[in-house]
């Protein structure tokens, strides 16, 4: 499976983005997708992940909403009420649903995209 991740940019406190990610290759609508993001210094964290039903991080619930198109192949993140320490490099991943469908953990992930950044200025 082969990631396109799309749609940062530069966004002051407060605003909105859509990200988006295309998938091609071996794609499946019960693979789980998610995505991740990392700061610099920071470790990876997790975001938000889909596959029937949806799980969000604390930090990001009421804020940010998963969706996907699988006739398209896509899946989408609504990023609004933007805060500053939402700034990072943000990947969108998916996995084959083995065990625990919407986990968190980056290990847990097979296919990475290569990430797109994301900037809130205050």
């Known amino acids: 499976v082969q990631l396109q991740a799309s749609g940062g940019g530069l966004v002051q406190a407060g605003g909105s983005l859509r990200l988006s990610c295309a998938a091609s290759g071996r794609t499946s609508d019960t693979h789980v997708m998610g995505w991740f993001r990392q700061a610099p210094g920071k470790e990876r964290e997790f975001v938000a992940a889909i596959r029937w039903s949806t799980k969000y991080a604390d930090s990001v619930k009421g804020r940010f909403t998963i969706s996907r198109d699988n006739a398209k192949n896509m899946v989408f993140l609504q990023m609004n009420s933007l805060k500053p320490e939402d700034t990072a490099v943000y990947y969108c991943?998916?996995?084959?649903?083995?065990?625990?469908?919407?986990?968190?953990?980056?290990?847990?992930?097979?296919?990475w995209g290569q990430g797109t950044q994301v900037t809130v200025s205050s």
């Open positions: 991943a998916a996995r084959d649903p083995v065990g625990v469908t919407l986990t968190t953990a980056t290990q847990t992930y097979d296919w």
